[in-house]
């Protein structure tokens, strides 16, 4: 397992609208994106994140028109504040955002979690195995 603190920060935005759209292609393909709340939660993350094994990618969905996106997901715990519960969440990639290749940014799906706010440090847990090295990006 991999933890890594991230601050929540703003997004596009985008995702309240998106969402609504994407959801049902999403729920129909893992029906467990059910209890997940109409937005998402952006981080800052404290280390660089590359992920090459997500747990599910989509086929292409058409939910903006042909010819679809592709989305990947990777199952997490969401860990709100730091010492707190955790809770089942999943790292959101729709793979045509402009965020995809930020590495030290990730985009979180979970229930409404009370109290977030931008600022608020969080802890993701990935229960997976991980392997680390430097990554110089110039």
């Not at 759209?21 to 209890?35: D, H, I, K, S, T």
């Not at 969401?78 to 940014?105: C, N, R, V």
């Amino acid at each position: 397992m991999v933890s890594i603190d991230g601050e929540v920060i703003p997004g596009l935005g985008a995702a309240r609208k998106t969402l609504k759209l994407q959801m049902p292609y999403f729920v129909n393909l893992l029906p467990e994106l059910q209890a997940c709340y109409l937005g998402s939660i952006n981080f800052h993350l404290q280390y660089a994140l590359r992920i090459e094994n997500p747990d599910y990618t989509t086929p292409p969905i058409p939910w903006a028109g042909p010819p679809g996106e592709l989305f990947s997901f990777v199952r997490i715990s969401l860990e709100f504040p730091i010492g707190g519960e955790t809770q089942s969440a999943w790292i959101y990639i729709p793979h045509d955002s402009p965020h995809f290749h930020k590495f030290f940014q990730a985009e979180v799906l979970s229930k409404y979690v009370e109290g977030i706010s931008y600022g608020s440090m969080c802890r993701i847990h990935i229960p997976r195995e991980h392997s680390e090295s430097t990554l110089i990006v110039v």
